[in-house]
């Protein structure tokens, strides 16, 4: 007999434990395997009786893994990973079709990969593409997607890292809202909107000014999804805070112009991350290099059309 088998009280209990610990409860658990939760605890409780340890410890708020339990965890996860990576390839065998999954902002897939989506779709014809899309601050896990974009420092011990370009943002706006603004500044009023996303700093309604020839009186607008926040720009509606990695696009088209030759760099970068854990098929590799090129090509664009600006040198030069 394998000694696995003879180790566990059935191969079932690592699929419940796996659940368990990846959901923090038994309850998510439950739900996810389609059982009741009473039938989730006992499955666990027959495993910690069978392994002699306690493998989470439970309290009001859900559970936590034990020292044990995060060492099973770690295991039962990769091993996981590793079939279903091996599943994935039979399918891809059988139907010739692959299928690559990315975790992208919501405004990073509305403003700069949708107006080239059919380049993508043609660069990689046997792909299929799914998305999951983050409206708000670009954060999460990548346990469940071929890759994901972040601002993270680099790559660590569970993640592989590729770098795209240093966190930069620039104020923005659509050309006929500077031209407008110019008009009114010349006949001495106007009054400038800002759009923010809220709950981000920084915020040009706070710490960062785009200039004093935008001073006067001012109004906001406020909106929880980024891709909103751009759109508004776009149509006019005010001055953004544009991350150079979201606008690149529309200011290389020049439907969006800098609103002054400002920029700001953070100690951040913006990578495309994935589990190490995870093996990298040669079409998710190919992928990210597609999206590093295209923004390469985006920033060199913006560089011709506004060398005052130094964009290429704040995006890609080392720290």
């Not at 059935?10 to 990846?22: G, I």
């Not at 306690?54 to 091993?79: F, N």
């Not at 854990?277 to 506004?306: G, N, Q, T």
């Amino acid at each position: 007999m394998n000694p696995l088998r003879r180790m566990l009280p059935s191969n079932h209990a690592l699929f419940v434990f796996e659940a368990v610990a990846r959901n923090r409860g038994f309850t998510r658990a439950a739900a996810e395997l389609n059982v009741t939760q009473p039938a989730v605890s006992k499955a666990m409780a027959q495993l910690e009786r069978h392994l002699g340890v306690r493998l989470v410890d439970r309290s009001g708020d859900g559970i936590a893994l034990t020292e044990d339990g995060a060492i099973l965890y770690r295991r039962v996860a990769d091993g996981f990973r590793g079939i279903e990576a091996a599943l994935r390839e039979i399918d891809i065998r059988r139907t010739g079709i692959d299928t690559v999954t990315l975790s992208l902002s919501s405004a990073f897939t509305t403003h700069w990969l949708m107006p080239r989506i059919n380049t993508l779709q043609e660069a990689f014809p046997s792909v299929d593409f799914r998305f999951q899309l983050i409206p708000g601050a670009l954060a999460g896990p990548v346990d469940d997607v071929d890759l994901g974009m972040r601002f993270v420092e680099g790559p660590d011990l569970d993640h592989e890292a590729v770098f795209l370009m240093n966190e930069v943002m620039l104020p923005v706006c659509s050309p006929a809202y500077l031209a407008g603004r110019d008009a009114a500044t010349e006949a001495g009023g106007g009054r400038t909107t800002f759009v923010n996303l809220t709950a981000t700093s920084p915020m040009w309604t706070g710490g960062v000014d785009p200039g004093p020839d935008w001073n006067g009186s001012r109004a906001s607008l406020n909106f929880s999804d980024y891709a909103v926040v751009l759109q508004a720009a776009l149509l006019g509606q005010g001055v953004a805070l544009g991350w150079a990695s979201v606008v690149s696009h529309w200011l290389a088209t020049g439907d969006l112009v800098p609103a002054a030759p400002r920029l700001t760099r953070t100690a951040r970068m913006c990578q495309l991350i994935h589990l190490r854990s995870r093996p990298l098929r040669r079409s998710v590799a190919a992928v990210r290099d597609w999206i590093a090129e295209e923004m390469r090509a985006d920033i060199a664009k913006v560089d011709r059309l506004y060398p005052e600006l130094g964009l290429s040198r704040a995006c890609f030069a080392t720290p």
